[in-house]
């Protein structure tokens, strides 16, 4: 095998990996989600953009709710599994799935026909309910590629449905100049209803590849929904505390300051989410990983494999947030525009709070992984009262929408210290712990670099082999004269 045909197989190898594979995918989800904001806030302005945020915060809310009751379980115990039980807990999983997704938008439909809506929500009024299940079968696609540890098919998605809506946006703003016609004003209507749209072509594309593995919707019983749903209960509303940590800010500043603060927060969050995007990845894959090993006899392995991704998640981390609050100015500059300087000290703020996120993380992980979600449960409440508490506390005192982003770091404090009290012995996350982490990291690394300083040169050893193999073929010769 040749040199070059070696290097094509590492490299190969080396792309195909989960771990990169889930990150290419949300990475170029978060580009797609990064050009398609650029775009939208120069197009439709500070409150246009208000409204496209409330409308995403809020679906995206609704979304968590599903997943919490649904995903999260179906993870935990179809991840590893190849027995007759699988394709019945698949089944729970979209009927679970489907009966939510009905509930959710029925509800919406019937905000905005009987009660009235408030400003900024309209949006989400008009669309959610055909958003809800345009995406329902690319959710649950994905779900189960991420139990199977099928990132590859995962990879597909994000980019199906990340990709839609920036490119069909630049068509309309370069059609006038290409084929000489009418310019499209582009709306929030018109953005929504493109959303809903592109992302119902993504889930018939993935349930006709059969990765929603819709098949397996009558085989669901009594028992594998009353098994999803008693985890899923607490996942639930772990999920929606720690989606009302991030939106929650997001709701108070619309009723306290008006849809132009939310647009000017939300440029600061923006940039935040777009670092979050590898930590989500990473945890997408350590998930089943750690449900695996705590299904184990011991809990060496589930400690060990812990350790070492907070140490090199946060390692990894680190740069980037030092390059983050450096050039704050740029990053919101190229966000927003010129129109949002205001934002560059609360992305500052965020940076700190970007710091601890890894570790909070863990301790979220290991709880599910455990099947303590309650414990979850209880460290987001917290988290949650604290954030909703300091803000309207200190936007009264400082009308500083800054001082917003300053609270939130405080939460995720309170919720790394009330979650490392918390957890069991099986799953305790300890300073020493990262430390022999670092120690038998840095070991290996020693290890692999002295393996290589002693191997000699490719045509030494070759010479070498030549030479031991004529000793070998001259041996018998030499015995026999010697015999002679």
């Not at 580009?31 to 398609?36: D, E, I, N, P, S």
């Not at 669901?220 to 639930?236: E, K, N, P």
């Not at 300051?257 to 969050?269: D, E, H, S, T």
């Not at 009330?418 to 990291?441: K, N, S």
């Amino acid at each position: 095998m040749s040199a070059f045909r070696r290097w094509g197989q590492r490299a190969w190898t080396a792309l195909v990996n989960r771990h990169v594979l889930s990150l290419t995918g949300r990475g170029a989800t978060a580009a797609f989600r990064v050009a398609t904001f650029m775009l939208l806030a120069r197009l439709l302005g500070a409150e246009g953009l208000g409204a496209w945020i409330l409308y995403l915060t809020t679906a995206s809310f609704l979304h968590m709710c599903r997943r919490g009751l649904v995903k999260t379980g179906l993870v935990r115990y179809v991840a590893g599994r190849a027995d007759a039980g699988r394709r019945s807990i698949v089944g729970a999983g979209w009927a679970l799935a489907a009966a939510l997704t009905a509930l959710a938008s029925g509800a919406v439909a019937l905000w905005g026909a009987a009660l009235p809506v408030p400003d900024g929500f309209g949006l989400f009024v008009q669309w959610y309910p055909w958003l809800a299940w345009a995406v329902l079968p690319v959710h649950v696609s994905t779900w189960l590629a991420e139990a199977d540890d099928r990132f590859d098919r995962v990879l597909w998605m994000d980019l199906m449905q990340g990709a839609g809506l920036p490119l069909v946006l630049v068509g309309l703003l370069g059609a006038p100049f290409v084929f000489a016609v009418s310019a499209v004003p582009v709306t929030p209507d018109l953005a929504a209803g493109l959303h809903v749209g592109l992302t119902g072509v993504a889930s018939i594309a993935a349930l006709g590849a059969g990765w929603g593995r819709l098949a397996a919707l009558p085989h669901a019983t009594v028992s594998a929904l009353r098994r999803l749903f008693a985890f899923g209960r607490y996942s639930v509303g772990t999920l929606i505390g720690t989606h009302l940590l991030t939106s929650s800010d997001t709701y108070l500043l619309g009723a306290l300051a008006g849809p132009a603060a939310v647009g000017l927060y939300g440029v600061a969050q923006k940039a935040v989410r777009l670092v979050q995007v590898p930590l989500r990845a990473l945890s997408a894959t350590a998930y089943p990983a750690l449900a695996q090993r705590s299904r184990g006899d011991g809990t060496t392995a589930l400690s060990r494999y812990a350790h070492r991704w907070i140490l090199l998640v946060t390692a990894a981390l680190l740069p980037v947030l030092v390059v983050l609050a450096v050039w704050a100015p740029t990053w919101v500059g190229l966000l927003g525009g010129d129109g949002y300087a205001e934002a560059v000290p609360v992305l500052q703020w965020f940076v700190l709070y970007l710091a601890l996120a890894p570790l909070d993380r863990m301790v979220g992980l290991l709880f599910d992984s455990i099947e303590k979600p309650h414990l979850n449960l209880v460290k987001v409440s917290v988290m949650l009262a604290v954030n909703v508490a300091g803000d309207v506390l200190v936007y009264r005192l400082t009308g500083s929408v800054a001082a917003v982003a300053a609270v939130t770091t405080l939460t995720l404090t309170a919720g790394v210290v009330v979650g490392l009290a918390m957890l069991p012995a099986e799953a305790t996350l300890r300073f020493q712990g990262v430390r022999r982490a670092a120690m038998r990291l840095g070991v290996r690394l020693r290890s692999i670099l002295s393996t290589r300083d002693r191997r000699p040169p490719r045509r030494e050893r070759q010479e070498e082999t030549v030479d031991s193999s004529m000793q070998i073929e001259d041996s018998p010769k030499r015995a026999h004269g010697v015999d002679s």
